[in-house]
């Protein structure tokens, strides 16, 4: 009878913690998504803004500071970057809920 009240009790812990990977995993789509905006309206601008820019303004150094198309470039990496740890992170909490809540795991 004490085996079964603590498999439930863990159970529950385990329910509450994939509840809270889940909705961090949520925060962290939020995160995913305004990178996607950040990235696409930037490049809108330097595309389509109240002032063409040539290459070569893109391409343009000020110094040691990074180039416009440098900083555009490094934006959509950080992007895909982080979509793909999201998909990975998202795919592993989904198998876990699906094996952790699977009524033969529970019995075995």
């Known amino acids: 009878m004490g ?6 009790k ?6 509450t913690i994939l509840l809270s990977l889940k909705k961090t ?9 305004s990178l996607e905006k950040i990235v696409r309206d930037g490049r809108q601008l ?11 303004q893109l391409q343009q150094r000020i110094g040691v500071k990074p180039s416009l ?12 970057m982080h979509q793909s740890e ?12 699906t094996f952790t809540l699977k009524p033969s795991a529970i019995s075995s």
């Open 3 to 8: 085996g079964s009240s603590v498999l439930r």
């Open 10 to 15: 863990q159970m529950e812990s385990l329910e």
């Open 25 to 33: 995993l949520k925060e962290f789509h939020g995160i995913v998504s």
């Open 46 to 56: 330097v595309k389509g803004g109240s002032v063409k820019l040539i290459m070569k």
């Open 69 to 80: 198309a440098d900083c555009l470039d490094g934006l959509s990496l950080l992007h895909e």
């Open 86 to 97: 999201y998909l990975l992170k998202s795919s592993v909490v989904s198998a876990l809920s």
